[in-house]
């Protein structure tokens, strides 16, 4: 089974700042079934970026997503107070079908 | 509009058993899978499983094998999934989404399932 584990679990900024988010997995993941979401409170989740590295339909470009094989990056280039989130990277397709990671929660420093 | 829409919130005691539906509109139902996807109350999101609207197929997590079955009905293009067994860790809000090849666009308001004696 393919784990992703998160890292920071939570990331401390100011509006204006670079986010980084890392997701590793535990076995190499296509890069094609690497997405990541955004979820606020009390909402379902967003997709953000699918391929590893495509912004879904709607996403501005400030994000933008990278990486191959485990480890994976998601960057938000400077961080807008609509921003402020908790952010999962998920891989879909290798066995289980999905996985999700644990997480990173980004909040205001 | 392109919509998923579940089913209200319900409350069971442990050992009884959920089902939960999940409408769609707006594109072709059995052009998709529909994957449903729990969140614990303050946890992560975690996977349930898989079933394809176009032949039925499923694939589940491992974890729920034996008590979660997902079904469809193509003639209202709906989803449902039912867990049986309930237990108090069963509490969360469960999510419908529509399971793209470009991950999951589409998602479902949730539906908060809680588990009390």
């Known amino acids: 089974e393919i784990v992703l584990t998160q890292s920071p679990g939570t990331l401390s900024l100011s509006p204006g700042e670079r986010a980084t988010l890392s997701c590793r997995a535990s076995?190499?993941?296509?890069?094609?079934?690497l997405a990541w979401y955004q979820q606020k409170p009390g909402q379902a989740p967003r997709l953000l970026i699918y391929?590893?590295?495509s912004r879904a339909t709607g996403i501005p470009d400030r994000f933008s997503g990278s990486g191959s094989g485990t480890d994976f990056t998601l960057t938000i280039s400077r961080l807008e107070p609509e921003d402020f989130a908790v952010y999962y990277c998920?891989?879909?397709?290798?066995?289980?079908?999905?996985?999700f990671g644990g997480g990173t929660k980004v909040e205001i420093k | 509009q392109v919509q998923l829409v579940q089913s209200g919130a319900e409350v069971k005691k442990p050992g009884a058993s959920v089902k939960v539906s999940c409408k769609a509109s707006?594109?072709?139902?059995?052009?998709?899978?529909i994957s449903w996807v729990r969140q614990a109350p303050g946890q992560g999101l975690e996977w349930m499983g898989w079933?394809?609207?176009?032949?039925?197929?499923?694939n589940y997590a491992q974890k729920l094998q034996g008590r979660v079955t997902m079904t469809t009905d193509t003639s209202t293009s709906t989803a449902y999934m039912e867990l049986r067994s309930l237990r108090s860790d069963d509490t969360a809000v469960y999510y419908c989404?529509?399971?793209?090849?470009?991950?999951?666009?589409?998602w479902g308001q949730g539906t908060l399932v809680t588990v009390s004696s």
């Open positions: 998920q891989q879909y397709g290798s066995s289980p079908r999905v996985t």
């Open positions: 076995q190499s993941v296509s890069s094609s079934y």
């Open positions: 079933i394809s609207a176009y032949n039925g197929n499923t």
């Open positions: 989404a529509r399971d793209d090849d470009d991950g999951m666009a589409l």
């Open positions: 707006g594109y072709t139902f059995t052009s998709y899978g």
């Open positions: 391929g590893a590295s």
